[in-house]
């Protein structure tokens, strides 16, 4: 059986992947007070900062900023992030950082959907399987049937991650929970496993648009343009866009040729050493790392009166996806997009992962399982979640914050000028890189850039195929900037449905996503020069 970095007992809890020290807790805080007095001085020296257009100007991208630098400096995300937070309430004038900002972005329907379903459900489901042995028992099934080594249990994930293309938060914990077990057993680093997962998510939802993606966009750019007059114009337009979403494109291809060991080159040292320590030591994580998957979720407690079966995976797996997936694809094809009418698919996310849990518990009780052995299982994966259920409710938070100060505002009035016509869409690509990973949303990134964007390409050149470029480049640059930056949920979640260190995560993904970004840039550049 692979190592996990909970077994090393020996390891150096604080080095870093390079084997250098990291900062020690005193040394950590003494950084946040003095970033924490510096800003709130600067603040006080300048008096009360105006607000203009939404935004405070160049002060808009201190939180975000603050964060981010923090958190790869620090390899430690929650204190930055409250920093971040603690920074826009300076900013904005509101001390009261509870009541400004952790109340209204705990307190919405959206985090409590993640709270409930993508945390406390997927987390009891895992800690069921870690008493029914459910998940290794599939693992044993795919390694026989299915995956023969390190690369086919790549591939598996891979193709998890097409097929559960609904969207980046669901996508990333569907993926992840289903590969795992099997990426586990072949000796697959979690720095590898996450990158799949994550550049599997929303890369994939935006190529394999049967979910609600269109629909929010198309509601987005309704009216921006004489193109689209009706938000149906707006969904079918981003169909046609397909072919120049060259981001996802990319980043699924190149995907695919890490996954087999294709790649002639792997971009990164931290991802190359991660592979080699993982085939020749058996270590997932370095020595060291804080995985987000706590040992209530790996460590198996399976009764010794019960039998472990592939129904106690199948069975919960397939609820999950018949509830989320089916009636979406049924009332998708059924209802159609005809007479002008835009109904919405039925999408029963909330609904599909309770249903799973319960189908679990279900089979768990009618094999003969102790009620309160699967409570105490439920519990424990509860727990073995709770430190990414504290990350994600600071990372909603500074959302909440950059709102609040206007950051993705202040990035776009300030490079939107300056933008050259022939370089536009790769341009555009590159503002939104920026804004996704500053702000850790890619559809708040929809939410600012196309209405701005848009009308910005049709003065330019009110030709379609032109038009269609820069619409490609502005779903592509928010899905790649989302997947890379720290405060995103979907790095979050990749991470903690994987087992991996968040901060590994992210450093190891960085080159691989910006090698697919980089091709993307180019393609952006040479479709102008050559067909506008």
Known sequence: MPTSSSETSDADESSTPDGSPSLSSPLRWLVAGLVLAALAGAVTVAGELPKTDGHYGAWSLLPPLIAIVLAFWMREVISALFLGIAAGGLIAGKVNLIDAFLLPALGTKDFALILLVYLWALGGLIGLWTRTGGALRFAQWAGTHVVRGPRSAKFFTWLMGLVFHQGGTISTVLTGATARPVADEHDVSHEELSYVVDSTASPAATLIPFNVWPIYVGGLVVGTIPLFETAQDGIQFFFSALPVNFYAIFAVLITLLFAWEWLPWVPGAKMRAAIERARTTGKLDRDGATPLTADELTEMDVPADYAPGLVDFVAPIGTLLGVAIGPYVVTYFVLGWTGGANPEPLLLVAEAFGLALLAGMGVALVKGMQFQTVIDGFVDGCKGVTIGALILALAVSLKEVTDAVGTADYVVAAVGDVLPPVLLPGLLLILCIVIAFSTGTSWGTYAVVFPVAMPLAWSVAPDPFF???????????????????????????SSLATGADLMDHVYTQLPMAAMAGGAALLMYTLMVLVFV
């Open 467 to 493: 038009i269609t470029l820069c619409f490609g480049a502005v779903i592509g640059g928010a899905v790649l900037g989302d997947q890379c930056s720290p405060i995103s949920d979907t790095t979050v979640l």
